[in-house]
């Protein structure tokens, strides 16, 4: 039986093909967050770059995404019963659900998102049971990518930045102000142009300044994010998530800093959902 694994972000959205239990082959696509696609949309992308590589004769479907939650539901049931009209199960979840599956199967703890975007829950083993609205970049989203970038960004242009490294993230990045402005604030999609800022601290930790940022976003998030769920600190504590990922030396020193412990840190939830799913 074929079965189709997505995890949809808002940048990327990694299909994984399961047959008969194996993982059988894989693509990466556009994200298809339903609060920036239209149904038909997502399924013309799908058809584009999906169908191709997998064929037909899909029985399942589990799709994990950024906005998979309320009227985003629909869309994306809608678009895959476009595409897929004979599989006889098709489930959409959020992407939070997904990381917490990925990272506890069928147990409690705490799972976190650190993306371009970042989210987090506590999830019984079977749902989420409690969560903290994420808000997205301009209210909420600390530690993501995105909030990362806007504050490398904004402390190049303010000269809040060491010269030195200023110079760097100048000539990497050519930033120029009009530039900035016109990504930030007309153009579509501006969290993900802020989040392309965000390789420049993977590349500089070793600098004091990039090291301090990463460790103050992340106590921000945990303290508005993750101690105010119920019992927080009785739970394990796991992310996925580029950002996650790519800083997560800091982030497993801080989270055992504030008492919480080492906690779990995978890139992305894809292949632990098709074993959970096997």
Not at 227 to 251: R, T
Request: proline content about 5%; overall charge neutral; charged content about 20%.
């Amino acid at each position: 039986m074929k079965k189709l694994i997505v995890d949809s972000g808002s940048t990327k959205a990694d299909w994984l093909l399961v047959d008969s239990g194996k993982v059988a082959g894989a693509v990466s696509v556009r994200g298809m967050n339903p609060f920036q696609r239209t149904a038909d949309e997502i399924a013309a992308e799908i058809r584009a770059a999906v169908v191709p590589e997998f064929g037909g004769g899909i029985a399942e479907i589990w799709f994990y995404g950024a906005g998979v939650t309320g009227a985003g539901v629909a869309t994306v049931r809608q678009a895959l019963a476009d595409v897929f009209p004979r599989a006889n199960r098709i489930e959409t979840e959020s992407d939070l659900v997904g990381a917490a599956r990925a990272l506890f199967g069928d147990t409690a703890g705490i799972a976190c998102i650190l993306g371009t975007g970042s989210n987090s829950a506590l999830y019984d083993g079977g749902a989420l049971a409690a969560q903290i609205p994420p808000l997205g970049f301009i209210l909420g989203d600390e530690c993501s990518g995105a909030v990362l970038g806007r504050t490398l960004l904004a402390d190049c242009l303010k000269k809040q930045m060491p010269e030195k490294l200023r110079t760097l993230f100048i000539k990497e990045y050519n930033v120029e102000l009009d530039a900035v402005l016109q990504n930030v604030y007309r153009n579509p999609q501006p969290n993900r142009y802020l989040a392309s800022f965000a390789p420049f601290l993977t590349a500089h930790l070793d600098e004091a300044y990039c090291t301090e940022l990463v460790r103050d976003s992340f106590r921000q998030f945990a303290r508005r994010n993750i101690l105010p769920l119920p019992d927080a600190q009785k739970y394990p504590l796991g992310f996925v998530g580029s950002i996650a990922w790519h800083l997560g030396s800091i982030i497993r020193r801080e989270a055992v800093n504030m008492g919480f412990g080492a906690p779990v840190i995978i890139r992305t939830p894809g292949m632990a959902l098709a074993e959970y799913h096997r």
